[in-house]
């Protein structure tokens, strides 16, 4: 019950949070279909990959955030706990420039490799052009919000989130319903909704914390920051297979046309909407079992880890049951495109079981992001990634699209299972000796 309790409280704020997330990407992709082509659809798919891609490779400011305040938070180190956010926060920053910098080449080489039509590739370009604007907010909000949540303050990264989210979704339906503005009104919302996400995150910290400024000399202390960079690589390197994973799912609906892009844009947003809501558990398993590790204690961590797996087991199964029941009727509200909804209805199944495929995942990347377990994670990630390829490529001429989903689910699946046989290896016992 105790392990219930922590959970909830850490969970429920980012699940509130994270709702927020998906809704965006609903309200973009619900916007989108109402202008009246399946182009636009296929648009925000391509130009949202493009984000994705570029931004997952920065995850590792959330993730290694997170792991290593709570693992400060649990040693009682506020010296420790300040050292990371400044130092997150500075890496954050330039890595947003340099995006700006080569965002030309960027946008020329990815759209390139994900070979949409004419029509989707222009508008994609447009909408990439404009929120790259919003890149150094949106780093320095994943550094904001690892460190909430390492100081088991999942609340305060939760206001942080819905005020950017909410903010989008008014200044964008504002723009492209009321000033007509298309698909460059969606990314203009976007953009101004990231920087103000950003300053009242930096107004939670200034208010609620006013953590120390270290010495820039402590922040850049080479030691550290090898460590730092160190720790994060495993992520940077997992992450870059995420993202091959996910641009692959978008160029080889691409490559069969926009409607079969736009009805696996549809059904993508099922898996976003139960991977948001799971990411409130995973997220807890980050805050804790990084406080239990800086603590050193074996029991609370193993009754952590017992709680979060029967957890992530039950909401699957509600997830599932409500893909299979509802899933048509959620493809209707989000777009009016006949034929997209029809293509995607043939897909649905695939979608629907994705939930008990893939919750695994979520929980054990929690914890080993919060013991900072990165290598595990990779190794995992590794796996899967060969696994979907090889299933993809062997099935794809039988099974067209359909191999696609098989491919995904499948992949899921083994990222969840790897980390758990990790996992009885004892590799948390082994790091705590350590």
């Known amino acids: 019950m105790k392990h219930r309790k922590e959970i909830l409280a850490i969970a429920v704020p980012a699940i509130i949070s994270n709702i927020t997330t998906p809704l965006l990407g609903l309200v973009d992709v619900a916007i989108t279909g109402r202008i009246g082509a ?50 997150a926060l500075l890496v954050g920053a330039l890595a947003g420039m340099v995006m700006i910098g080569l965002s030309q080449p960027l946008c020329s080489v990815v759209l390139g490799f ?29 550094a904001l919000s690892g460190w909430f949540l390492g100081m088991q303050d999942s609340r305060s990264a939760m206001w942080m989130a819905v005020a950017t989210n909410v903010a989008n979704i008014l200044l964008s339906g504002t723009l492209v319903f009321g000033l007509h503005m298309k698909i ?27 953590p120390s400024v270290p010495a820039l000399r402590d922040i850049l202390d080479h030691p550290r920051l090898v460590a730092f960079f160190k720790i994060n690589a495993d992520i940077f390197l997992r992450t870059c297979c995420l993202v091959a994973v996910t641009v692959w ?39 804790l079992a990084g406080k239990y590790f800086g603590r050193g204690d074996r029991i609370e961590m193993s009754g952590l880890v017992r709680e979060l797996l029967l957890t992530g087991l039950g909401w699957a199964l509600v997830f599932s049951a409500l893909y299979a029941l509802c899933g048509e009727w959620f493809l209707r509200m989000l777009a009016d495109v006949p034929s997209v909804v029809d293509t995607a209805r043939a897909y649905l199944a695939w979608a629907a079981v994705i939930p008990l495929c893939g919750f695994l995942a979520f929980i054990w990347d929690g914890i080993y992001v919060g013991i900072t377990g990165t290598r595990s994670m990779l190794v995992a990630m590794a796996a899967a990634l060969v696994v979907f390829f090889g299933v993809y490529v062997g ?12 491919a995904f689910d499948i992949y899921l699946l083994v990222r969840g299972a790897v980390e758990w046989l990790l996992w009885r290896r004892n590799f948390f016992e082994k790091n705590l000796e350590n």
């Open 249 to 287: 799912f978008t160029h080889a609906g691409a490559l069969s046309g926009a409607d079969i892009l736009a009805a696996n844009a549809l059904l993508l947003q099922l898996f976003m909407l139960f991977s948001y809501f799971m990411d409130g558990f995973a997220y807890a398993g980050e805050a």
């Open 395 to 406: 099935l794809r001429e039988y099974m067209g699209n359909h191999a696609l989903w098989l």
């Open 184 to 210: 460059e009104g969606v990314a203009t919302g976007t953009l101004c909704a990231q920087w103000l996400g950003l300053s009242v995150g930096a107004a939670i910290v200034y208010v609620r914390y006013r």
């Open 114 to 142: 994900m070979d949409a039509d004419g029509a989707t590739a222009s508008l994609a370009a447009s909408y990439f052009r404009i929120c790259i604007w919003g890149a150094p907010a949106v780093m320095c909000t994943y």
């Open 38 to 87: 399946a182009v636009y659809i296929g648009a925000i798919a391509v130009g949202g990959t493009m984000f994705n891609m570029l931004y997952w490779l920065f995850g590792f400011l959330r993730m290694g955030s997170s792991g290593l305040t709570a693992q400060a938070y649990g040693a009682s180190d506020a010296r420790g706990q300040a050292l990371v956010l400044w130092r």
